[in-house]
């Protein structure tokens, strides 16, 4: 079948600009506005909200310029510094497409006085909206909007005079198709996977869970030796594995636990510091090869709260490492591997004015990972600087461990040219989900089918 159709929104290559003289600047004459000290020590920050999305909060560098400085130039089109994304599907375009309001993006700019963008004493300098095209989008790559724009209060928009505090920001629309796989039951269940596009869903995966044998060599893997001991023997969860099987039967990929999740000495609990580990694997001639490897643990002090790290691999070769996050395992959360929003990056994007150019590589942009909705349930994976060009790689979602989870998993196309790269992705999504039950307390039963094929829980 076809992909689904997507929408990708990117904000990115973020700069506020004060007058270098506030005194002449009608932005510092009212009471209300920032200060210069607020402002010089680079506090400021965005709020980017779309429609129902969680607002995404950022940090942003300050430039100042003198009233005899011409006018500057825009960097390019091309979004260097992502600073937030938001994701539509069909159905979602649809709905904004109802009524004006709803595509329309809005960027705030705020100071602040304290460490943290909470902090009570934060002031609004200014807000910038833009109406998106997304239908548009559907087909072709649209910019909404690319360089400097005065920021007001009242009026939104205006046209630049010289005297107010400017906002740079690039806006782009692009279309991003994704095959959309869904589970039909959960993973330890052994379900099919399904193809889905829109209404329409098609079998094209099979799932088979089970105990691998420790001593099973057709993997040509190590798992790392433990303290023998009846209590050892009881509190360990070890050689789960679930193959992913296209509908002639043949093997296509594979997630593989081959670092047991125990727990910590003296606690109930996977730590960070010993996580449990999978292989996700593609079959090469009669072997296997990693193709990701997965790690999770469960966070300290925090008792439902799942931390999680992933390698993608190449040749063997860890190319692109994630940045440690978090999933409730109560309310369940989002997975997402994604070369273009992190939660940790550094990136490189270059403004010119009439003084040179001034740089803004060496700012480490450190994005809150909170956001409004406080859930706390979605991360995304901070790839390597060399990787960010992947864009969107994959997704999926996980239910909490008291739910039924059938997850849902989204894949970009252009990482998708044979069924094995499909197949590792719904393999890796499989690991996410078996993972929740994996970090669960060891003072809780795992449940019934996972019981059945594990002697090693607490009964």
């Known amino acids: 079948m076809d992909p689904c159709s997507f929408v990708r929104i990117i904000v990115g290559n973020l700069a506020v600009r004060f007058p270098r003289s506030p005194s002449s600047s009608s932005w510092s004459s009212s009471s209300s506005g920032p200060s210069v000290s607020d402002v010089s020590s680079g506090n400021c920050y965005c709020k980017i909200k779309f429609k129902s999305f969680p607002r995404q909060i950022v940090s942003v560098p300050v430039l100042l310029r003198t009233e005899s400085e011409s006018e500057s130039r825009c960097c390019s ?18 709905t904004s497409l109802k009524k004006p309001k709803w595509s329309v993006l809005s960027v705030e700019v705020y100071s602040r006085g304290g460490a943290s963008c909470a902090a009570s004493g934060e002031k609004l300098i200014g807000r910038f909206e833009v109406t998106l095209d997304l239908k548009a989008a559907e087909t072709k790559t649209c910019f909404a909007h690319n360089g400097w724009v005065d920021l007001g209060t009242k009026s939104k928009n205006k046209k630049k005079s010289g005297s107010d505090p400017e906002l740079h920001v690039s806006v782009r629309v ?38 691998r044998n420790s001593g099973d060599r057709n993997l040509s893997l190590s798992l790392s030796s433990l303290t023998s001991g009846k209590e050892q023997f009881l509190k360990e969860r070890k050689g789960w594995s679930i193959t992913i099987h296209d509908l002639s039967g043949s093997p296509v990929a594979m997630a593989s636990m081959v670092t047991p999740f ?8 996977v730590s960070r510091s010993n996580p449990g580990a999978w292989l996700i694997l593609r079959p090469d001639g009669y072997t296997w090869k990693p193709w990701g490897r997965l790690q999770a643990w469960r966070e300290p002090g925090v008792s439902d709260v799942l931390g999680y790290r992933f390698e993608l691999y190449r040749d063997g070769i860890a190319i692109a490492v994630s940045a440690s996050s978090s999933i409730s395992t109560k309310l369940g959360g989002s997975f997402s591997i994604d070369g273009s929003t992190a939660t940790t990056t550094t990136r ?7 003084e040179g150019s001034f740089d803004l590589s060496s700012w480490s942009s450190i994005r809150s990972s909170r956001t409004d909705s406080g859930s706390g ?36 196309v252009k990482h998708v040219t044979c069924r094995e790269d499909a197949a590792a992705h719904v393999a890796l999504a499989a690991a996410v989900d078996l993972s929740m039950d994996a970090c669960r307390l060891f003072s809780h039963k795992l449940r019934k089918e996972l019981r059945q094929l594990s002697r090693i829980d607490v009964v």
């Open 377 to 412: 349930s979605d991360f995304r994976f901070s790839l390597s600087q060399a990787q960010q060009n992947l864009g969107f790689v994959m997704s999926t979602r996980v239910e909490g461990v008291e739910k039924q989870s059938k997850p849902k998993v989204e894949v970009g």
């Open 348 to 354: 490189t994007a270059s403004l010119s004015s009439s």
């Open 174 to 211: 692009e279309p991003d198709p994704r095959f959309v796989f869904q589970f039909d039951g959960e993973p330890e269940c052994s379900p099919q996977v399904f193809q889905v596009q829109g209404n329409t869903k098609q079998a094209v995966f099979t799932c088979k869970f089970g105990f």
């Open 77 to 94: 089109g091309n979004v260097s510094t992502v600073a937030a994304c938001f994701s539509l599907s069909k159905s979602q375009i649809e």
């Open 262 to 269: 125990v727990p910590s000495p003296g606690s109930n609990r």
